[in-house]
T-cell receptor
Framework: EAGVVQSPRYKIIEKKQPVAFWCNPI?????LYWYLQNLGQGPELLIR????????DSQLPKDRFSAERLKGVDSTLKIQPAELGDSAVYLC?????????????FGPGTRLTVL | AQSVTQLGSHVSVSEGALVLLRCNYS??????LFWYVQYPNQGLQLLLK??????LVKGINGFEAEFKKSETSFHLTKPSAHMSDAAEYFC???????????FGAGTRLFVKA
C-alpha cells in the first residue's frame, strides 16, 4: 500500500514569491491534515479536512495561506506571498477515521527555504 | 487545554543500553496518547498508542510505554538500544471527544556503538 505522497520534497524561493505544496493521502483515508514543523519542534496543525470540508483551520494564517482539497482526495497548500519566517517543513498526514484516537500516517514533508 | 512536554531534547545511550524517553502531559479529561518516530528524511510513523485499555502499551521494534495517571506521564522505554533506533521521537496527546492532536517538541535519540 502506498503511503502519503508529498511533492516537492524541497523548495527554495525568494521572499514575496508564491509557493504551493501537494499531498496525496493514503487511498480511502477521508481525513487529511497539514502541519507545520519548525526546526527542533513538533508538528503544529494548520488545517484539517474531513473529505472536502475544512473542519479546523483556526491555526491557518489566512492572510497568506490557503488550502484546498477538491473531490476530497489530494490537497494543495499555498503560500502567497512567502515570508522569511515561513521556512520550515510542511507535513501532510491522513487518517482513516475522524476521531482523535485515529492513527495519522505522515508523508515525508516538503522542506521550504525562503531567502 | 491539553499540552505535552518531552523532557530532554537529546538523549544519548550506548548500544544495548536501556532507552528511556520521558513524556508528561496535561489534560482535563482522559487522553489518548501516542508515540511517533521520525527517521531522517521520512515522515512520522506510529510506534504505539494508549486508548484507555491496558496501561502498559507495547509497540513496534520492542518499544513500550506505560500510562501513569497519577504522574501524568507516558514514558517510552526499550530494554536494549540498537543502532537503528537512532531517530527523533515525538509524544502526542489528544482528548477523548476532541479533534486535535498536540505534539511535543521531540527528543532526538543518539545510539553510540
Amino acid at each position: 500500500e502506498a503511503g502519503v505522497v508529498q511533492s516537492p520534497r524541497y523548495k527554495i524561493i525568494e521572499k514575496k514569491q508564491p509557493v504551493a505544496f501537494w499531498c496525496n493521502p493514503i487511498s480511502g483515508h477521508n481525513t487529511l491534515y497539514w502541519y507545520l514543523q519548525n526546526l527542533g519542534q513538533g508538528p503544529e496543525l494548520l488545517i484539517r479536512y474531513e473529505n472536502e470540508e475544512a473542519v479546523d483551520d483556526s491555526q491557518l494564517p489566512k492572510d497568506r495561506f490557503s488550502a484546498e482539497r477538491l473531490k476530497g482526495v489530494d490537497s494543495t497548500l499555498k503560500i502567497q506571498p512567502a515570508e522569511l519566517g515561513d521556512s520550515a517543513v510542511y507535513l501532510c498526514a491522513s487518517s482513516l477515521g475522524t476521531g482523535t484516537s485515529s492513527v495519522q500516517f505522515f508523508g515525508p514533508g516538503t522542506r521550504l527555504t525562503v531567502l | 487545554a491539553q499540552s505535552v512536554t518531552q523532557l530532554g531534547s537529546h538523549v544519548s545511550v550506548s548500544e544495548g543500553a536501556l532507552v528511556l524517553l520521558r513524556c508528561n502531559y496535561s489534560s482535563s479529561v482522559p487522553p489518548y496518547l501516542f508515540w511517533y518516530v521520525q527517521y531522517p528524511n521520512q515522515g512520522l510513523q506510529l510506534l504505539l498508542k494508549y486508548t484507555s485499555a491496558a496501561t502498559l502499551v507495547k509497540g513496534i521494534n520492542g518499544f513500550e510505554a506505560e500510562f501513569k495517571k497519577s504522574e501524568t506521564s507516558f514514558h517510552l522505554t526499550k530494554p536494549s538500544a540498537h543502532m537503528s533506533d537512532a531517530a527523533e521521537y515525538f509524544c502526542a496527546v489528544s482528548l477523548t471527544g476532541g479533534f486535535k492532536t498536540i505534539f511535543g517538541a521531540g527528543t532526538r535519540l543518539f545510539v553510540k556503538a
